[in-house]
């Protein structure tokens, strides 16, 4: 995982789980910022939905609603730190940013 990225005006530090914008301070939950990441790191590319499973959660089974509450929590957290990624979901493709 990379020490630090840059998404917009945002620097996102994973391994604390934080995103920085100016002085908005924000903490993400493990998942949500592992989503952030694994999108960042396939930036304009739609991810599949079964490939962010394959990549969140490697040896568990899952529901759906669980892979789009931490969505749901990703959407949130930028909006309040105010980044708005052209983020995207593709309806039966995924999700990309």
């Known amino acids: 995982m990379p020490a630090c990225l840059r998404i917009g005006e945002c620097l996102v530090f994973p391994a604390d789980n934080r995103l920085h914008r100016s ?6 939950e493990p998942k949500v ?8 790191d396939h930036a304009g590319h739609t991810v599949s939905r079964e490939a962010l499973f394959r990549a969140l959660w490697p040896s568990l089974v899952v529901s759906d609603d669980t892979l789009t509450q931490v969505v749901i929590k990703l959407r949130k ?17 995924g999700i990309g940013i």
């Open 23 to 28: 002085e908005r301070r924000l903490k993400l």
């Open 77 to 93: 957290a930028l909006a309040d730190i105010a980044i708005r990624p052209d983020s995207r979901t593709q309806r039966s493709r």
């Open 33 to 40: 910022m592992a989503l952030l990441v694994h999108l960042a």
